[in-house]
């Protein structure tokens, strides 16, 4: 069974700080790994990592993903309040249609 | 843009209705899935689609019943609700074969059962 770890589960934090979320996996057959933000509602699609070691970078937001360790980094630099959500993390692997997700990390980013 | 859009943002019901959760998207896309979200629990799949009249339980089917008469529509019901299953309800749906690629979701039902 596909299994998804996230820590911390839970982050509070000053603005301007930075911040790195953490995503560890165990998948057959592993395909991608997704990280989805998630404030109010829907979650929104931030990156899709497939080969180890190469950044992906959005903003202030960036992510690596290391497939010999099976675990991922999201990096947030220059925290703003806009950042606060649930950041979730999913893998997929080539055996099924499916998404296995983790419980998320609550980020908390204070004034 | 893609859009999957659900039917209710709240819903209260009571022990014992049946209820209809719809979810709607625009893209053509072949899978659709239902989730439920719960504090400390994640995402978990209730059940997928992926293809009209298709469906495959997912993680945590108990409880629950899908349709899918047309491509576009995907309704999760309770035939007979709990409190157990007062939760967030997300829909999502992505094109058949990329299942390493992002999910479009909807905003989300929040349910809530007294």
């Known amino acids: 069974e596909d299994k998804v770890v996230q820590s911390p589960l839970s982050l509070v934090v000053h603005e301007g700080d930075t911040v790195t979320l953490n995503c560890s996996y165990e998948?057959?057959?592993?395909?991608?790994l997704l990280w989805y933000k998630q404030e109010k509602k829907a979650p929104t699609f931030l990156f899709m990592l497939?080969?180890?070691?190469i950044e992906k970078k959005s903003g202030r937001l960036s992510s690596i993903l290391d497939k010999k360790e099976l675990f991922s980094i999201l990096n947030i630099t220059a925290t703003q309040t806009g950042d606060s959500a649930v950041y979730l993390c999913?893998?997929?692997?080539?055996?099924?249609?499916?998404?296995?997700f983790g419980t998320g990390t609550r980020l908390t980013i204070i004034p | 843009d893609v859009k999957v859009t659900q039917s209710s943002r709240y819903l209260v019901k009571r022990t014992g209705e049946k209820v209809f959760l719809e979810c709607v998207q625009d893209?053509?896309?072949?899978?659709m899935f239902w989730y439920r979200q719960d504090p400390g629990l994640g995402l978990r799949l209730i059940y997928f689609?992926?293809?009209?009249?298709?469906?495959e339980k997912g993680d945590i089917p108990e409880g629950y019943s899908v349709s899918r008469e047309k491509k576009e529509r995907f309704s999760l019901i309770l035939e007979s609700a709990s409190t157990n299953q007062t939760s967030m309800y997300l829909c999502?749906?992505?094109?058949?074969?990329?299942?390493?690629?992002?999910?479009?979701f909807g905003p989300g039902t929040r349910l809530t059962v007294t």
């Open positions: 999502a749906s992505r094109r058949r074969g990329l299942a390493g690629y992002e999910q479009y």
């Open positions: 998948v057959t057959n592993f395909r991608s």
């Open positions: 497939t080969s180890s070691g």
């Open positions: 999913a893998v997929a692997n080539f055996g099924n249609e499916k998404l296995t």
């Open positions: 893209m053509d896309h072949e899978n």
């Open positions: 689609s992926y293809d009209v009249k298709m469906k």
